[in-house]
C-alpha cells in the first residue's frame, strides 16, 4: 500500500539509474563538481540553478539526478542548496 509523503523529498544524486558514477582525483567525480560549485559555501543560487552547474561540469555519459517527490514547497525549492 502506498502512503502519499506528507514532506518535501529532494534527491540530488551522482547519475541516473542507466549509469555509472565516474570515479575523481579524491572524490568520485560528481562529489568533486558538486564541492567545486558549492565553492567552500559561496554558491548563492537555489537547487535547481545549483544542479545545472554540476550538470555542465559533468560528461555527458553522468548526468547528475535531481528529484522531488512529496509536497510541494516554493520556499524550500528557492533556498540555498544545503540551507536548513
Sequence with gaps: MAL???ASVRLVSACQDNQ???DGLTNGLFTGKLLETWGSGGFQGNYEAFHKAIV???P???TPNHY???LTSPSF???RPFDI
Design 4 to 6: 502519499p509523503v506528507g
Design 20 to 22: 555509472v558514477a565516474l
Design 56 to 58: 555542465d561540469l559533468m
Design 60 to 62: 555527458p555519459t553522468q
Design 68 to 70: 522531488t517527490t512529496g
Design 77 to 79: 525549492d528557492a533556498q
